[in-house]
């Protein structure tokens, strides 16, 4: 196997510190970068470069492409990982947070793509991995500004594809199901929050506690190493696929959402939180 530069977000926790580990024993050059770069000193053993970049700041992801390049010349792969949710009505969250959704989970995103494609370009070849979500192809109760930036990342990930593929770079999107890591916790903490003392507090309490019920199941949901089978796949495939789907249930909800009329699909969401 050819050994690649690759760039990960989100490396500190979870999903992305289990890919970034998993991509380094594989043999890759692997940068793994996050706000908080003490969380990542154990991936140094299996050879990761901890860098600190925060997604929303501009200089600090400049400042990590141009390091890269600087030491290894060139970066093939781009996986851009690093995430935020939270759920509440759309009418009680405040829009500090909804920016913020939209700022970590789509601009970021985005601004660190253009940092990163004009070497892509120049070296006629690269590899951008997209993680997504089903609730960008599904909305869930509550799910709103979530919902919204993870949307926003399917389209800009397909627009992406269709541009850049004249100059050899491809595109993936992983839609993971419900996975579970912490993300559940914060998000159903986040929700409580957010309807407390409001007129949607009943079915948002219920909500919440629906969210800690699964997340908190050992067997309801999918363990992260199936997201990180997937995004190790998009990597090293020689014809990557454009989606891929992990996690239990996750080709179920997206068929269900795409054939079930709107008013069906939206008593099936409303009955969850019930």
């Known amino acids: 196997m050819k050994q690649k530069v690759i760039l990960i977000t989100g490396a500190s926790s979870g999903i992305g510190y289990d890919t970034a580990q998993k ?154 199901s419900g996975i579970k890591t912490p993300w559940g916790i914060i998000a159903a903490d986040n929700l409580e929050t957010a309807v407390r003392g409001s007129d949607y507090e009943k079915p948002g309490l219920k909500m919440a506690e629906t969210f800690r019920w699964a997340y908190g199941s050992f067997d309801l949901m999918s363990k992260p190493r199936c997201v990180t089978r997937a995004i190790v796949r998009a990597v090293n495939a020689r014809c990557p696929a454009t989606r891929y789907r992990p996690g239990r249930g996750a080709r179920t909800i997206i068929f269900l959402h795409s054939i079930l009329p709107a008013r069906l699909w939206d008593s099936f969401a409303r009955l969850i939180g019930k």
Not at 71 to 90: C, H, K, Q, S
Not at 103 to 132: C, D, K, Y
Request: with cysteine.
């Open 23 to 176: 991509l380094a024993i594989q043999g890759h050059k692997v940068y793994g970068a996050a706000r908080r770069t003490e969380l990542m000193e154990p991936l140094r053993e299996c050879g990761v470069v901890p860098m600190a970049m925060d997604v929303t700041d501009g200089e600090s992801m400049a400042a990590a492409v141009d390091q890269i390049i600087a030491a290894e010349g060139r970066i093939d792969v781009l996986v851009n990982n690093a995430g935020y949710g939270y759920l509440g009505p759309i009418e009680k969250v405040p829009m500090e947070e909804a920016r913020r959704q939209l700022e970590v989970n789509l601009f970021g995103m985005a601004h660190l793509t253009q940092l990163v494609l004009p070497h892509m370009r120049a070296q006629h070849s690269g590899r951008i991995v997209n993680i997504s979500s089903i609730a960008g192809r599904a909305v869930i109760l509550f799910g709103g500004w979530y919902n919204v930036s993870k949307f926003a990342v399917e389209a800009f990930s397909d627009a992406l594809r269709m541009e850049v593929k004249p100059f050899g770079i491809r595109v993936s999107i992983i839609e993971p």
